[in-house]
């Protein structure tokens, strides 16, 4: 599908159920995963983000035999009002470590076959 001349999505996006994640180290914020690349993440939140607020992040990844904990740092990019209720939150990973980097570029391949 052709990109808009405005979309700067480098890496496809995969739609995701209920990912949970945690953000940030003083302000905790439980947040469902909405949709996942290997660069970030959009969440959906019933409390605001600040932009440019660095985070770190905890979610879990179903993967073939087991589950998989991914923990890394993100920036947030975008955080707007969605239509129904709450926010729109886009994290844009920052610090992912190698297996973490693994795990995600894993699920998504198994989505996208």
């Known amino acids: 599908m052709p990109r808009e001349e405005s979309e700067r999505r480098i890496f496809e996006r995969i739609d995701i159920e209920k990912i949970e994640i945690r953000i940030g180290s003083q302000q905790l914020v439980e ?21 440019e607020s660095r985070i770190n992040l905890a979610f879990r990844l179903p993967l073939e035999r087991e589950e998989f904990e991914v923990q890394s740092e993100g920036v947030v990019v975008r955080s707007v009002p969605a239509e129904d209720a709450g926010y729109l939150v886009a994290i844009q990973f920052t610090e992912v470590g190698e297996p973490e980097q693994l795990a995600i570029e894993t699920f998504l391949a198994a989505i996208c076959n």
């Open 31 to 51: 947040v469902e995963g909405i949709n996942l690349s290997a660069r970030g993440i959009l969440c959906g939140s019933n409390d605001t983000v600040k932009p």
